[in-house]
């Protein structure tokens, strides 16, 4: 079977998005190191545009609209980043924009999403289909439907945040990448897989959320109840047939970490590396961190995968609140 | 009148600590360009090694040690950042340290330089002389002391920040930079006048501590209060001479910001910039994104100090509380 993304597909998205994204800092941590006993090498895409790294594949999928698409405009839905993403990539590059989103979603990205000039559609994350709405909308406007992750430009756009951590940085002995949908993960994996075949890559998913670990343990695609988890990014039921397919060949394990092990990596994010660093971006370093992965002695790529947070969430969860999903 | 440094120092310093510093990155913001006007680059040393530009100094200071020097030790007073900064660097290269702190600094700062391995000393900020402090153990103890910013080797290693920034970025029509005693200034002034001498220069004081304003605009030191403010690494009360006599020649322009306009900035890097700056660290920000420096239209370079702040009370500020100093 032909996977959905290989290497060149996203060697071409990076050199397509070059002029849009930022190339995001690769920071280190002493302290990180000693916690740890690895090397830590953590890809900031928090620093990224729209705060986190769903604008790689935002902008690779729209550069590649032809004129009709353009002019009739894209539509997404999303629990937040990939909104914000998809509005952002749009006004850049003058494409209309509709965005559904969860009612539960952060008011930060929420009014971000409309600050980008997208129109935004709001439906019930527990008793109503996103996929439903997003394909209706679609029909009924003629408008492009691009999802937040099962969707090879998504895939590939996404994967290079790995290509340009590991040009920057060389040799890892393992990459550790937050996981939900699997877009992420399964483009950073192909980028490993072929530069680094020898480095073990690693998907990090909630506990109450570990969809994808039970995907691949059981060879199918496996669907759970929508989890309830502070990781607000990773709250999928499922992995798509092309990045279950992708993840499958190319990513070596998935683990889990809790939420109060995303708390406690966010605020050593805050108190530490100065960084505001949502939950579900937690999701790599405090597998890492907490020793969910065995790093010690080894040279470790962590995805910081983004930084949208409310505010009042934020101070709340660093003043020492309990973390409620 | 020979001034204490030139920017051949400053260059000799970014050769000598190049190993021991991070290059920290220059970050951009589409948000806060809609706001100022301008094209902001900002220079995060919230990102250097012990969260803050004083690391730069440090080093700088310490690798000049000759081995009487480097066997009796360093000791250093500080509010708190060039504390640290003295404590990691003196660890890195294998000096003794022995660190006066005020009684009220925060935790985190003294937990930290605890922590790198040095002696901590307390005294009353309010009561008690750093400086009497500082030269009474260091004649008891045979150690030399490294003062937060009266120093030809602070000055030169602080204003390696500056040496960076425009190294990476090219012209600017305005550098902005946060302001206590001057060490940062003089140093950052010393390379702009240098490398592009139609850069405006401007420092940027808390409103209660403008002791540098005041001392340039009557041509002579003025001594104030220990300030109240927020921006706890700007409670200096008077520049020193060395740091007077550079920035006198070399700056333009100082400004100063409220506290309030402080906690603003801290939101704005918080929500938009995904990252923890403390209240000193955002004074050069707050004054080009709240219009104090006229920017509109201009290539505008911002050093962001640094981003060591306890963590409840960073919470309470993100949070909506006062700003009470």
Redesign the interface.
């Known amino acids: 079977m032909t996977l959905p993304i290989g290497f060149d597909d996203v060697v071409a998205a990076h050199e397509r998005i070059a002029d849009l994204v930022?190339q995001t800092?690769v920071?280190?941590s002493?302290t990180a190191d000693e916690r740890s006993g690895a090397t830590m090498l953590f890809k900031a895409e928090?620093?990224q545009?729209t705060?986190a790294f769903k604008f790689r594949g935002a902008c690779n999928a729209l550069r590649q609209f032809d004129d009709a698409q353009r002019q009739r405009g894209v539509i997404a839905y999303s629990s937040g980043n990939h909104a914000q993403a998809i509005a952002l990539a749009a006004r850049l590059l003058q494409i209309p924009a509709t965005i559904v989103m969860p009612q539960d979603a952060p008011a930060?990205k929420l009014a971000a999403t409309r600050g980008y000039g997208a129109e935004v559609v709001i439906y019930d994350r527990y008793s109503q289909s996103r996929e439903e709405i997003g394909a209706q909308l679609a029909e009924e406007r003629g408008m492009t439907l691009i999802p937040p992750f099962d969707h090879p430009h998504i895939m590939a756009g996404q994967g290079t945040t790995a290509l340009e951590l590991l040009r920057e940085v060389g040799g890892l002995d393992v990459l550790v990448v937050c996981l939900g949908g699997g877009g992420l993960l399964s483009g950073c994996a192909t980028v490993a897989r072929h530069l680094q075949p020898a480095c073990r890559v690693i998907g990090v998913e909630p506990e109450a959320g570990n969809d994808v670990q039970r995907s691949l343990q059981q060879g199918r695609i496996v669907h759970i109840d929508v989890p309830r988890t502070i990781a607000d990014g990773a709250q999928t039921k499922a992995p798509s047939e092309r990045t279950f397919a992708v993840m499958r060949r190319r990513v070596d394990e998935v683990v889990t970490v809790s939420d109060e092990a995303l708390v406690r990596t966010m605020?050593f994010f805050?108190?530490?590396?100065?960084?505001?660093?949502e939950p579900t971006g937690c999701l790599a370093a405090a597998a890492v961190l907490e020793g969910t992965v065995a790093a010690r002695g080894k040279r470790v790529g962590v995805v910081i995968s983004g930084?949208?947070v409310d505010?009042?969430r934020?101070?709340?969860l660093?003043?020492g609140s309990e973390p409620t999903p």
């Open positions: 930022h800092p920071l280190t002493r928090n620093l545009r705060g930060s605020r805050a108190g530490r590396m100065k960084m505001v660093v930084g949208n505010l009042d934020f101070a709340s660093l003043g």
